[in-house]
């Protein structure tokens, strides 16, 4: 019998849950593991730290750097949720990729890449959040790793409220 044939067959309990997945996943529906770009949420990828600085401090606003992974499931709904709709309102916001060659100035206008600025920074866990001030230093406290989506919003609101204080 071919399940995917048969609407019965999942009403009557013929379908495992192991077909339902397979089935879900063939049919394109959110699963671990797909990629980024699929979600549609992006922020640009960062190329110059002190042009984005610069940028940041001029709207008033720390700089936000997000250090994400490929295929985390973590960074996509934190950049589908909260990132890409501040980054369209306005919002400084650069994303930093681990393990990427992609060329990036930092703050002292040297030449360096992605990963070795991850490296730099220590971060350990995606998605990292990192807000910048004044010379490129950290104006608040690091968000680090996955929020309860319900508390993500104003713990960032928060990290941002600190952040300008100290600009």
């Known amino acids: 019998m071919d399940l995917f044939q048969s609407p019965s067959a999942f009403r009557t309990g013929l379908w495992g849950r192991r077909q339902w997945l397979v089935a879900a996943g063939l049919a394109g529906w959110q699963v671990p593991g797909r990629a980024q770009s699929a979600a549609g949420a992006v922020l640009p990828a960062s190329r110059s730290l002190p042009d984005e600085l610069a940028n940041a401090l001029q709207k008033g606003q720390p700089l936000i750097v997000m250090a994400s992974l490929a295929g985390c499931v973590f960074c996509r709904q934190a950049r589908e949720s909260h990132l890409s709709p501040m980054h369209k309102a306005g919002s400084s916001i650069v994303q930093i990729d681990l393990r990427s060659p992609q060329p990036v100035l930092n703050f002292a206008g040297q ?3 992605h990963d ?52």
Request: hydrophobic share 35%; no cysteine; net charge positive.
């Open 111 to 113: 030449s360096t890449t």
């Open 116 to 167: 070795q600025l991850a490296r730099l920074w220590k971060i350990s866990i995606t998605p990292t959040l990192l807000f910048f001030g004044p010379g490129g230093k950290e104006v608040a406290e690091r968000m680090e790793g996955a929020y309860q989506p319900d508390f993500y919003g104003p713990y960032l609101e928060d990290r941002l409220a600190k952040g300008r204080k100290l600009l």
